[in-house]
């Protein structure tokens, strides 16, 4: 088992990885104190066992399964159950699941008697890898994403890949889209997608361990922690108007977002040709999408209304440039969209000549 120390002013957490993390933490964490676990409908039900055997006293909040759970209303459920639940300051909530489980668990425990100890014991790939680790805590409000939360440190994450046996394909490649996100920051993981996958315990390790080291250094998001959202301003805004899943329109934005890079010498060339090998590498995994890329304005829109990308009028993105190095890049709407333009040309170009 691999254990990681995340310290950051506010907290001391530990990461602990592997397939006994689960069984070697939650006696401890569960004798003597008053346990409060919030979970979604799928994990509870393929995962009853694993809650009768570590929480047969606790109170379990199961939420629906689904993004369009991460609301107000959830949240504020969860704490009339802990209220009447009668927590305290003691007791610990234990979020199993999803990011979803993860951002409002989280978020319910920052809340509650102003923080009680928070556990995380993330349940799929793209969890283990990211949203878990970190503190981001979150719901989401009137359709836009993450816009209440906490920055709140879990006390312990506890990584079990065991549990992402039961994940299906569309899960598992929204963490591939975060891991090549890694890849793109860290020269290790890097080197690792390019030999292939060999030892995913492993890979979630490095993950974990990258986005330790960026979180100590900047936890709220003033500088370094921002190199965490590669491929995201056009991947995201991919994701609002295609309706893919998240980790592929990540994939999507991270090879348009280099390919542009190169083209302006931002990004290394040779270097940004073999990233955009690795990333169209994890495109092809399970389920693979068609991507209508003809309406390159709508999705440019998109990033423009973005706020967190949005900057006087610019489009921000986090882009590699070279191994272990990445820089934020900021260009207008009009530069923006014609670079776009161009690197969907030459994805347009590279599909034509895979397909013949
Ligand atoms: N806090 C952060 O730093 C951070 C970072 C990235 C993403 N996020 C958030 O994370 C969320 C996305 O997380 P996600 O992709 O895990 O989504 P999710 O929590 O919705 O889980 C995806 C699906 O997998 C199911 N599932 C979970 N574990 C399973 C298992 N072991 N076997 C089978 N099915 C399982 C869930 O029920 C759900 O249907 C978003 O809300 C996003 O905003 C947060
Ligand atoms: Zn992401």
Known sequence: MKVISLNTPSTASTIYIGKDATKSRLPALTNGVKCFVVTDSNVHALYGDFFTEYFKDAEIFVLPAGE????FASLQ???EKMSAAGLHRTSRVFAVGGGVIGDIGGLAAAL???GISCVQIPTTLLAQVDSSVGGKTAIDL?????VVGAFYQPQEVLVNPTFLSTLPPREIKCGLGEIVKYAALNGEIFDCLERGFEDLEKLIAVCIEHKARVV???EKEAGERKSLNVGHTTGHAIELTSGLSHGECVLYGMWLETDMAIKAGVCEKEYGARLKAIVKRALKNEPVSKLDLSNVKAFAGKAKSDKKNADDNKIVMSVAKAKNEWTVWALSFEEYVS????AVLDWKREELVCEQ
């Open 142 to 146: 009137d359709g836009v994403k993450n």
């Open 216 to 218: 100590e250094r900047d």
């Open 112 to 114: 509650y008697m102003r």
């Open 77 to 79: 459920a969860i704490l």
């Open 339 to 342: 670079a776009l333009e161009k």
């Open 68 to 71: 369009e759970y991460k609301n």
